[in-house]
């Protein structure tokens, strides 16, 4: 097989593909994925760069070994967010992104810049590329896919082309989904439809062939495996409801009296079968509904069902189902919508809608996705478009409804477990639950302590910034965790260590950091929600609430952890020890001071 050393880009402007060779201390020591992505945002982006204008960058990027690892086959959409105005890292797997591996060939990725004067699909096949014109402007994602039937498909619905800021990027008709931050809408600002991949998926090398057998195995045979055979992350709605953490009816509660009604169970008893059934570890419950086919997952009935008090399954299965095939964020737009309730009953908005209405929560988000009449008054969904702490401005409105970095945050209560807390305020693409779930473990440890919080975050942040940069499967990659892959990559020649990958993973957290700094983030964007100040007033969580005082001691320990400044920014040391020093360009951050304080009461 050819070693992955070049990229494709297309520059939509002119219309062209050209094929670029990557710096060899790029694929060193960024690998791919994620690292790559970055350090090409990095390096191309001015400071202010509008996320929707046509100097901003589309990367869809894969790694040095996609393709071959355990599990899904990924691809990850780097750019920067116009819902966040920083870093976006988004990854979707499925049968594009196997075909998209087979089409790029040579290439770590596919650079989009520019922008079209028409609609226009980018073409992929044996290692080049073509602008074409795209028809099928105006279709949803479903539609959009069924008209390249011989192909691989990630596009944009309706939300992408109306330039929603938490649009996707759906492929295989909307079963996966770039999902988080709106790298769908960058794409409709580019008035790019659709990428497709022509080719098939390669072929497993040889001398990877056992590797991938004895980890899919390790892996089934696994706890992991075995939770995500029994209900792929729906089980994540009981878990999160039985502890005491599932956002309910809009942050107001933290249980959900029909959590099991929309859980696990109910999916397996609706669902028609599952997807890759052939696999040791299946994929979704695919369920049909009376608007189609649906593949819900945990977020699904978490945001839109618990977080909107929509307690039957065929509902939330169907709102999950709309959100895929106009190209929308399910956890952006259920909190849109739970925005939207509890405005209407401050009597801040007029909007007849209220929690348990699934067809009110249904016409609001084809309101947002599309401009269509939606149940509030004019102006709310199109402000709703632009995420919930547009909304909350415009229309000066408490924060009802949760955010970091402007990022709407998943249904886990942090409150519960302070650890969350620290992942999400630390997260580097806004409130996220994907970097690092220490509340898995949390809600069960009798005193989980400072040290164990901040080592469960940090060590999740930097492994997974690692195992995105060569994008493996989320879970089927647990068994690489351990030697992160270096058996795979020595198979092939690479001859890199355990340290030297473990370290790529911290470089890559650290050039993000970089990144956002010089898009004016620093300490503040750290923060939670004030509404977090308060307790949790029932439940088998009652009384957790985030101490401002403790938490402010808590960030400063996780960035005496990382190496960074009191403001949150990477020392010298710490940009020297990853060799990020000659690729830094934002100010950066001066070790604090830990000599210890004279006691004034010492007379000596």
């Known amino acids: 097989m050819a070693e992955r050393e070049y990229v494709l880009r297309a520059d939509l402007s002119s219309e062209t593909v050209g094929r670029e060779r990557v710096p060899g201390p790029w694929r060193r020591r960024f690998l791919g994925g994620k690292g790559l992505g970055a350090r090409y945002l990095y390096e191309e982006l001015d400071a202010d760069t509008d996320p929707l204008g046509p100097d901003n960058l589309l990367a869809l990027c894969i790694g040095p070994l996609s393709g071959y690892l355990p599990g899904e086959t990924r691809y990850a959409a780097v750019t920067k967010s116009p819902l966040t105005g920083g870093f976006l890292d988004s990854y979707a797997g499925g049968s594009f ?285 199109e402000t709703l478009a632009d995420g919930v702490v547009a909304a909350t401005e415009a229309y000066d409105t408490d924060d009802v409804i949760p955010t970091v970095k402007s990022m709407e945050l998943p249904a886990y209560d942090p409150r519960a477990a302070v650890g969350m807390a620290l992942a999400y305020a630390t997260s580097d693409r806004g409130g996220c639950h994907r970097r690092a779930r220490p509340i898995e473990w949390e809600v069960f440890a009798e005193d989980a302590g400072e040290s164990a919080r901040i080592a469960a975050v940090v060590t999740a942040q930097n492994t997974r910034s690692a195992l995105w940069s060569f994008v493996a499967d989320d879970f089927a990659g647990e068994p690489l965790w351990g030697d992160f892959g270096a058996e795979w990559f020595d198979a092939l020649g690479y001859g890199y260590e355990t340290a030297d990958l473990r370290l790529v993973g911290e470089r890559v957290w650290n050039l993000v950091r970089l990144f956002n700094a010089r898009e004016g983030f620093d300490r503040d964007a750290d923060e939670l929600p004030e509404a977090f100040t308060e307790p949790i007033s029932d439940g088998p969580a009652a009384g957790g609430r985030i101490d401002p005082a403790q938490f402010d001691a808590l960030l400063d320990a996780y960035y005496d952890a990382r190496g960074w400044s009191r403001e949150g920014l990477p020392t010298r040391e710490t940009l020297a020890r990853l060799d990020l020093a000659a690729d830094a360009e934002t100010p950066v951050g001066e070790a604090p001071d830990r000599t210890p304080k004279p006691n004034p009461d010492d007379n000596d």
Request: include cysteine; hydrophobic fraction near 40%.
């Open 97 to 381: 992104a196997d075909r998209l591996v087979g089409s790029l060939d040579d290439c770590l990725a596919l650079l989009v810049t520019g922008e079209a004067d028409e609609p226009v699909r980018v073409v992929v096949e044996n290692g080049e590329g073509r602008v074409e014109r795209a028809y099928s402007w105006g279709e949803d994602t479903v539609a959009t896919a069924e008209a390249h039937p011989d192909s691989g498909v990630a596009c944009i619905g309706p939300a992408g082309e109306r330039g929603v800021a938490y649009a996707t990027v759906a492929s295989d008709a909307g079963d996966h989904h770039a999902g988080r931050g709106g790298a769908g809408a960058v794409m409709g600002a580019k008035r790019l439809k659709a990428v497709v991949a022509r080719n098939d998926a390669p072929e497993t090398p040889p001398e990877l062939a056992a590797l991938r057998e004895r980890d899919e195995r390790e892996y089934a045979e696994g706890e992991t495996g075995r939770w995500q055979a029994a209900g792929e992350t729906l089980e994540s709605v009981d878990f999160a409801n039985e502890v005491g953490a599932l956002a309910t009816e809009g942050w107001q509660r933290d249980q959900f009296e029909a959590a099991e009604d929309i859980g696990v169970e109910a999916a397996a008893e609706a669902a028609d079968g599952r997807e890759h059934p052939d696999r040791a570890v299946p994929g979704g419950f695919e369920v049909e509904t009376a608007e189609g086919r649906s593949v819900p997952r945990g977020a699904t009935p978490m945001t839109l069902g618990a977080g909107l008090g929509v307690g039957e399954f065929d509902a939330v299965a169907e709102l999950g189902g709309l959100c895929d095939r106009l190209g929308i964020d399910v956890i952006s737009a259920g909190n849109a919508v739970a925005w939207a309730i509890r405005a209407a009953e401050a009597g801040r908005i007029d909007c007849d809608l209220s929690f348990g209405d699934a067809d009110g929560a249904r016409r609001l988000i084809e309101a947002i996705a599309t401009g269509a009449s939606g149940p509030c008054e004019s102006g709310v969904a």
